[in-house]
């Protein structure tokens, strides 16, 4: 039988097909669920997986696995929370659209993307088999540290209205990414003696704390739903208008999903950069980007396209090679041993109907979650229009859940919470915060594989690789665009249109837009400081460790200079308005940013940390979301109980019993021991 | 022979073990319970896939037949779960650490390793087979004995300076006098596979399992490498032990290929010693299981039973083959428990030599 036929036919014989059907339905609550994704379902599953035939064990792993990537959509949308790493930029446009009522319109057209983009995925991952080896042996490890640069220059496409802030939080970022034993020869940095901090800082922590708390603080405070427009006056069009939007933009969708799977084929960078990447190329290769960042659909269509698309990518050089490009790869791949099954030529000759029977698992998934979604999708996207002080709750228990996932230690909350500080701070005073992940993400990579290529090759004695030219001359274009786009006039500034006037009048909240120049300075005090300190530490390092922390370091505060530059002439005009007196201009700028009430929320939040430290995140957590209802949400006790006790089951059952995650040992109960 | 003479004392400590039998307490104690399984690696590597084919049949074949579930605890090189399992979680049998044996880590006392083997109660350890792939086409006549003669430099594609197998590549080359660079950071196939094909890498290590099932096929039969030499196990009195399955492909032993080079010799001296070291303790016992210290006695003999009665398993030797190719051989219990206390006998200037060869690696 012709392979592709057998693929089928093996998907649609059961039990595959109910594996399937399963695996779809696990992967669209877990990709909901914010901060628990794909791998984490892949890890769930594994287990289950050891007596069951190869079709039905993949079909129920890459049925899961392919559709988290459609329905963490509604987080990011609905919350401005990434529901996983691969939807983070799917936050800076689709929240926006939720906040002007539209969060139909952003779910319907991710939902099209998502399907398309896994379809062109599947079948660039059938043609792609025989010719991935080329590709390959054309990359190594100078051309991965130029990808890497190539993600850090999207920093500008990302950086909003302030190129040189995006730049200081992507270097900010890099610095994170050097924490912990250096990745070239394992000597630590910045690790203070601390074993948590042997390891690069968790990204799943850092995204919650970075995304998730300046969004629920804004939810508690402002009193208000998601949607910031009443529901009679919300224009979304629904999800048809979304679903036309999708394919209006087809060739937006088509360029992405091919940028997702090629990105996808190369080991290492995966899905945490593929959003952002396709993001960053949407901005600057389409016109009218006016309303980027400001609940422009093509911000949702570019990163939903390329990261489904991206799964497809992903697993060529896995089954062509037995080379996991990314975690949940290498999950799969030792589901393959598990099961018998040898990566490389056999997947291409004699289990040739076992690959297709997984492209298929692919095509179908997409198609069928796609469709699920949109059938719900009406009754999901009615929940912008719910009292935030009830959804508030439910994310801080993600939230903190979410981020015990990294490391599965104190230190991951104490993350989560620092970074939400910073989080705050940022959105407060004009600072973009996605530069800060990606840079997070291939700062690692970049750092480890440019003292390698200069290793072997001599200094930068590798830059005329043809391979290596070819991506240069991408980011020289990538620059220009973005420079080209900094010096152009914004269009019509006198005829602001709906997004603009959107944001004027304050009912959505973008990437970078409140500027407050005194939390501004502060902030750039606060970072120059970080940075100083970052290169005398550095000073001390090992001599094959110490130039890209310095430099990075160095580079960062001439960057700062240039914000003070700009700044301290604003907040001195600020100080002048408030009748000469710093200190009064800046509890001015305080009350502006609304800083005391997020103060007193940040202390719920460091208290919750404080309490599952005391006494184990079952009860903390509960009882925090219990008091938020009844203090913040002025709810009553039985509603307060009844979170109390629904969050409580929850995490016995789900993170504790089914996730069989090691719980804090609470030290109260230990003292008592 | 210095280390023929540490051996031999821990032989006459190993042997005064004696293995305890299994007894009433020891077929009641797991039963309707369940173990954690700590593996310091996350899902899909190689230590989690051997666990994920073990873990069911142990639990099959432990007295009292426990339910047993894997939790990855990954984080600074496997040392953050090892120091949970021997300082942090209780001793009551049921929590175990399912992991590669750190040795070098505590012998040098690597930072943030809080340890010590010689105080956790060993359940079993599995032979490891390892070796060495190396560019033929750099070699004259594609043959690893004219090593000395390499066209160009050997450039070692390493894991990190204190990773086991960097360390025998390196040994390897030393003893043999052959030119090479070693140069760290390359952490997994991911990455090593595309510069060993293209080129930039020249070395890289592998085991037995691996070799077999992709491997050959990945970087010998369609790329430029050949098996080089492969690490043999040490027996008490500080001999090389073949390997069967490498003889089988041909593959010399880093003593043999001395030999060749050497007019028959013995390698001899610091450097094969601190290999021979290195392969009794991390050889001996690739990958093994361990309780925290202090756990109770029939739980370590109901996990050990358990344990012991895999390699005669023809289920669970079945499943081992389908995936990694072959069948498993274990440790016997008292080669474990020499090589768990051999690590209490090392001498200071074996540790020191190692602390200095890891910092010259990160150079």
């Not at chain 1, 996932?405 to 600072?431: E, F, I, P, T």
Request: glycine share 12%.
């Amino acid at each position: 039988m012709d392979p592709v036929l057998e693929g089928l036919s093996l998907v649609f014989s059961w039990p595959a097909l109910g594996f399937l059907g399963l695996g779809i339905l696990l992967g669209i609550w877990l990709g909901a669920l914010p901060g628990i994704g794909g791998v984490t379902g892949l890890i769930m599953l594994l287990p289950f997986t050891y007596t069951m035939d190869p079709v039905p064990a993949f079909a129920l792993m890459l049925g899961m696995f392919a559709v988290t990537t459609t329905s963490d959509t509604i987080s990011s949308v609905m919350l401005g929370i990434p529901g996983t790493v691969a939807s983070q930029a799917t936050v800076l446009d689709g929240y926006p659209l939720a906040q002007r009522g539209q969060a139909d319109r952003a779910l319907g057209a991710a939902y099209t993307c998502s399907a398309l983009g896994g379809i062109v995925g599947a079948i660039v991952l059938a043609v792609s088999m025989p010719l991935i080896r080329p590709l390959l042996t054309s990359f190594s490890t100078p051309e991965y540290f130029m990808l890497a640069l190539l993600g850090i220059c999207m920093v500008g496409s990302l950086s909003g209205k302030s190129v040189a802030k995006g730049l200081v939080i992507g270097a900010l970022g890099m610095m994170l990414g050097t924490i912990g034993e250096g990745t070239f020869n394992g000597v630590p940095r910045y690790d203070f003696g601390t074993i948590y901090l042997l390891d690069v800082p968790p990204l799943v922590a850092v995204v919650l704390g970075l995304f998730a708390i300046p969004e629920i603080l804004e939810l508690a405070t402002r009193n208000t739903s998601i949607a910031r427009v009443p529901k009679d006056q919300a224009a979304g069009g629904g999800m048809r208008r979304g679903i036309k939007d999708a394919f209006l933009n087809w060739w937006l969708v088509l360029r992405s999903s091919f940028l997702g799977t090629y990105i996808g084929m190369l080991p290492g960078l995966g899905a945490s950069i593929v959003d952002w990447v396709a993001y960053g190329f949407a901005v600057q290769s389409t016109k009218g980007k006016n309303n980027f960042g400001r609940g422009d659909i093509r911000g949702v269509i570019a990163p939903e396209s390329a990261n489904n698309a991206q799964r497809g990518g992903s697993l060529v050089p896995t089954l062509a090679f037995g080379i996991p490009g990314d975690f949940a790869m290498s999950i799969l791949l030792g589901a393959m041993m598990i099961q018998g099954l040898r990566p490389g030529a056999e997947m291409l000759t004699t289990n040739l109907g076992i690959t297709f029977s997984m492209i298929w698992t692919l095509i179908i998934a997409n198609i069928v979650a796609a469709l699920l979604l949109m059938v719900i999708g009406r009754q999901v996207a009615r929940a912008i229009f719910l009292d935030g002080h009830l959804v508030v709750p439910v994310v801080i228990l993600f939230v903190f859940m979410g981020s015990w996932l990294g490391a599965q230690a104190m230190g991951d909350l104490l993350l989560m919470l620092s970074m939400g500080v910073l989080g705050v701070l940022m959105k407060r005073s004009g600072w973009p915060r996605p530069p800060l992940i990606i840079a997070l993400v291939v700062g690692p990579t970049m750092d480890n594989s440019l003292i390698i290529s200069n290793r072997i090759y001599g200094d930068f004695g590798w830059i005329d690789r043809p391979v290596s030219m070819v991506i240069a001359a991408i980011i020289l274009l990538t620059l220009v665009l973005t420079v080209f786009n900094l010096v152009r006039r914004p269009q019509n500034p006198n005829e602001p249109n709906d997004a603009v006037k959107a944001e004027l009048e304050g009912r959505i909240s973008t990437e970078g837009g409140e500027r407050n120049p005194l939390i501004s300075v502060g902030l750039s005090c606060v970072l120059f400081v970080f940075f100083a300190g970052a290169a005398i530490l550095a000073l001390d390092f090992h001599p094959a460790n110490r130039l890209y922390p310095l430099a990075t370091s160095v580079i960062a505060l001439g960057l700062i200079a240039t914000v003070f530059w700009k700044e301290i002439p604003q907040s001195r005009t600020l100080a002048n308005a408030a009748g000469g007196k710093l200190s009064v201009a800046w509890v001015q700028a305080a009350e502006s940013g609304r800083l005391r009430i997020a103060l007193t929320f940040l202390g719920w939040i460091a208290l919750g940390v404080l309490g599952c430290w005391l006494i184990g995140q079952k009860l903390a957590i509960a009882g925090l979301m219990a008091a938020y209802v009844i203090s913040w949400g002025k709810r009553p006790l039985w509603v307060g109980a009844f979170y109390f006790v629904g969050g409580f089951a929850f995490i016995d059952i789900f993170y504790d019993r089914t996730m069989n995650l090691f719980m804090h040992d609470p030290v109260l109960l230990s003292l008592f021991d | 022979m210095r280390l023929k003479a540490q051996m031999a004392g821990v032989a006459i400590l190993a042997a005064s073990l004696s293995i305890a039998g299994q007894n009433a307490a020891a077929q009641e104690f797991y039963e309707d319970q369940t173990i954690t399984c700590v593996v310091p690696f996350p899902p899909g590597g190689g230590t989690d896939s051997f666990f994920r084919v073990v873990v069911p049949h142990l639990a099959r074949l432990i007295p009292g037949q426990p339910d047993i579930v894997i939790q990855n605890m990954d984080g600074s090189g496997g040392l953050r779960a090892n120091n949970f399992v021997a300082t942090e979680a209780e001793a009551d049998g049921f929590t175990m650490l399912c992991t590669p044996w750190l040795a070098i880590a505590q012998l040098t006392e690597q930072e943030g390793a809080r340890f010590d083997y010689s105080e956790m109660e060993l359940i079993g350890g599995q032979y490891s087979v390892d070796g060495a792939i190396i560019n033929r086409e750099i070699l004259p006549d594609e043959d690893p004995r004219n090593i000395l003669d390499a066209t160009e430099t050997v450039v070692i594609g390493g894991i990190a300076p204190s990773g086991q197998l960097d360390l025998r590549m390196r040994l390897t080359m030393d003893i043999l006098g052959a030119e090479y660079r070693y140069i760290p950071g390359y952490r997994g196939q991911a990455v090593q596979l595309p510069a060993f094909l293209s080129g930039e890498i020249h070395m890289v290590a592998t085991n037995y399992g691996n070799y077999v099932r992709t491997n050959q096929e990945l970087y010998v039969e369609n790329g430029p490498g050949t098996m080089f030499v492969h690490f043999p196990s040490f027996d008490a009195s500080g001999n090389p032990i073949p390997s069967e399955q490498m003889q089988a492909l041909g593959v010399l032993r880093v003593d043999e290929l001395y030999a060749e080079l050497n007019n028959g010799a013995m390698p001899e001296g610091q450097l094969w010693e601190a290999f021979a070291l290195l392969q009794t303790l991390s050889n001996n016992m690739g990958l093994s299981a361990w309780l925290p210290p202090g756990s109770p006695q029939e739980a370590v003999d109901a996990l050990r039973s358990g344990w012991y009665a895999m390699p005669d398993d023809p289920e669970f030797q079945q499943a081992h083959r389908e995936a990694f190719g072959r069948e498993i051989t274990f440790l016997p219990l008292e080669q474990a428990l020499f090589t768990q206390a051999a690590i209490g006998t090392v001498s200071d200037e074996m540790r020191t030599f190692f602390q200095d060869y890891i910092e010259a690696g990160q150079q």
